[in-house]
Nanobody, 124 residues
Framework: QVQLVESGGGLVQAGDSLRLSCAASGRTFSNYAMGWFRQAPGKEREFVAAISRGGTSTYYADSVKGRFTVSRDNAKNTVYLQMDNLKPEDTAVYYC?????????????????WGQGTQVTVSS
């Protein structure tokens, strides 16, 4: 498994931006597709975005499409989630995850390594 550490969360106002980072270690980063998920209080963990091993393919949940951008730097073993025009409903703990599957998996069960999460709170 690969070890993942998220950072960059915080408290912002609606309309603001944040960039989350997820640093990977322990395995060859470019062998893993990466995903971002989030979990709000009392809700299931849900898919947010995914990026393929080489970064050429991405996929987004409808709720964030056009506002969030996932990217990766394989030389730095890091995946990013740029979040623009944040809304109160984006408030959640955000997790990055890694999978050895090809493409841009969206199912939680496809991912076998998870970070500890970073809190994002958006006030109205």
């Amino acid at each position: 498994q690969v070890q993942l550490v998220e950072s960059g969360g915080g408290l912002v106002q609606a309309g603001d931006s944040l960039r989350l980072s997820c640093a990977a270690s322990g395995r060859t980063f470019s062998n893993y597709a990466m995903g971002w998920f989030r979990q709000a209080p009392g809700k299931e963990r849900e898919f947010v975005a995914a990026i393929s091993r080489g970064g050429t393919s991405t996929y987004y949940a409808d709720s964030v499409k056009g506002r969030f951008t996932v990217s990766r730097d394989n030389a730095k073993n890091t995946v990013y989630l740029q979040m623009d025009n944040l809304k109160p409903e984006d408030t959640a703990v955000y997790y990055c995850a890694a999978t050895s599957q090809w493409g841009v998996p969206r199912r939680r069960s496809a991912y076998d390594s998870w970070g500890q999460g970073t809190q994002v709170t958006v006030s109205s």
